[in-house]
């Protein structure tokens, strides 16, 4: 049976990891209720605008559920999903889940250049795993994470910053792996499902 892989579908691009997951072989369920998530073997929360995402998860009663499945399931965040992943926030400061050993400052690349692609290169482990190349990696109004803790995985960086991390089962893009056809990121998401 092909494995269920919850996105959180309450604000931002989540139709797009869908569409990425279903390129991988999973099955894309759209998550909105505490019975919606307790149906899924792992959650991606997508990108988007991470205060929005705060204020529609406690109007949906949804801290709770979604922090106890992230304390006990794999969980893949990009962008606005790693801000809500990490275990600090800066500019400003916020509520997070804080499973990811990991601080992360907000809008951090500054408004001039705040979105770009880039062609990332990530480790050879990267490569052995889901399969070797460079990387597209789509960022907008992306955070920056300064710090990464040991149990902290890093697997590509941009500009000396990491920006695609891992620890256990959960996985962090600062980048929108779901905006490029390359679906080598989503693969690995699924292998720790
Ligand atoms: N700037 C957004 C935030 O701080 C994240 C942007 C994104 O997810 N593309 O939440």
Redesign the pocket.
């Known amino acids: 049976m092909s494995k269920r892989v919850g996105v959180l579908a309450l604000q931002?691009?989540f139709e797009a990891h869908e569409r990425a997951i279903a390129r991988s072989g999973a099955e894309p369920v759209q998550v909105r209720t505490a019975a919606e998530l307790a149906s899924v073997d792992g959650l991606i929360i997508?990108?988007?605008?991470?205060?929005?995402?705060l204020k529609l998860i406690d109007y949906m009663k949804l801290w709770e559920p979604l922090s106890t499945f992230a304390h006990q399931k794999p969980v893949f965040g990009?962008?606005?999903?790693?801000?809500l992943l990490a275990n600090e926030v800066l500019s400003p400061s916020q509520p997070s889940f804080g499973v990811i050993d990991l601080t992360v400052e907000?809008?951090a690349y500054g408004r001039q250049v705040d979105s770009r692609v880039v062609e990332l290169e990530p480790i050879a482990e990267f490569g052995e795993r889901v399969g070797e190349g460079p990387l597209e990696a789509v960022?907008?109004?992306?955070?920056i994470i300064r710090r990464a803790g040991p149990g902290v995985k890093v697997l590509a960086q941009y500009d000396g910053d990491p920006v695609l991390v891992e620890q256990g089962h959960h996985l962090v893009a600062t980048f929108?792996p779901e905006l490029t056809q390359d679906s080598r990121v989503h693969q690995l998401f699924l292998s720790k499902l």
Do not use: L, V
């Open positions: 931002g691009d997508p990108g988007g605008e991470s205060t929005t995402m990009t962008c606005a999903g790693a801000i907000r809008n960022f907008i109004r992306a955070p929108h």
